[in-house]
């Protein structure tokens, strides 16, 4: 079985279906974008892998388990978000710590971890600053950081660079792939910028009212798109 696989899932708010029978699997290591028009349904698929958002049919499992009704804290899944929610009044150490502080672990294996991310993400010179007192790009390398801590089995990212300018959002697409790459670690990154995310994953899932209307590699993709709508979304970049 396959890391993670989704099977004929379905999820709608009131009268209106957001997800419709969706199915896919995902292996480890994987790094996965989640590519279409705002409102197809990406933050909600998200949602619902993270354990944040009830669906009514199907079935989703995470290294074999099914875990369609367990709790968020329990799914071991970290999730980075587009305005990265840092806490204001704590130092970037403090904000990388977090989740490990909650856990009670020992001080000095807390510390060990931070550093560890810490040096991933290359921000070794700002862990005693403020979040007010960091860039943009280095707030979301934070928010990265402080997902990465805990040792997620797969990591969300929900539009993370998208409130960045485009010089330092190149910069942390090689940076994210990199840090991916190194860990090994499963990611499934949303987006609606069809540059990115051709650039940065193995498969992409290209999503339209809320179906998966082709998987494919970012060659596939351009080779062979499977319809008019796959075709004009994934060529309408320059
Ligand atoms: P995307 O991330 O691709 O822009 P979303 O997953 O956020 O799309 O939203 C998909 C659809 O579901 C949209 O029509 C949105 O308005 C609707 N939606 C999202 N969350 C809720 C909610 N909590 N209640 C009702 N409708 C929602
Ligand atoms: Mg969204």
Do not use: W
């Not at 995902?26 to 998200?46: A, M, Y």
């Amino acid at each position: 079985m396959s890391f993670i696989s989704v099977e004929n899932l379905s999820l709608s708010f009131g009268n209106h279906e957001v997800l419709k029978d969706i199915s896919f699997q995902i292996e480890e290591g994987e790094l996965i974008t989640l590519l279409g028009p705002s409102g197809c349904g990406k933050s909600t698929l998200l949602r619902v892998i993270a354990g944040l958002e009830v669906f009514q049919e199907g079935n989703l499992f995470l290294e074999e388990d099914d875990i369609s009704n367990t709790l968020p804290r329990d799914r071991n899944v970290g999730m980075v978000f587009q305005n990265y929610a840092l806490f204001p009044n704590m130092t970037i150490f403090e904000n990388i710590a977090f989740g490990l502080t909650l856990k009670k672990l020992p001080k000095d294996e807390i510390h060990r971890e931070v550093m560890r991310v810490v040096r991933l993400v290359n921000l070794e010179d700002k862990i005693d600053h403020y979040p007010h007192q960091l860039s943009g790009g280095q707030q979301q390398r934070t928010s990265l950081a402080r997902s990465l801590v805990t040792k997620p089995k797969v990591l969300l990212l929900d539009e993370p660079l998208s409130a960045l300018d485009a010089k330092i959002r190149k910069q942390l697409q090689v940076d994210i792939r990199e840090l991916q790459k190194t860990l090994g670690i499963t990611m499934i990154f949303v987006t609606h910028d069809q540059e990115e995310a051709m650039i940065l994953s193995d498969r992409v899932f290209v999503m339209s009212e809320g179906k998966i209307v082709q998987s494919a590699t970012p060659a596939d993709l351009y080779a062979q798109p499977k319809n008019q709508f796959v075709a004009s979304f994934i060529g309408n970049y320059n």
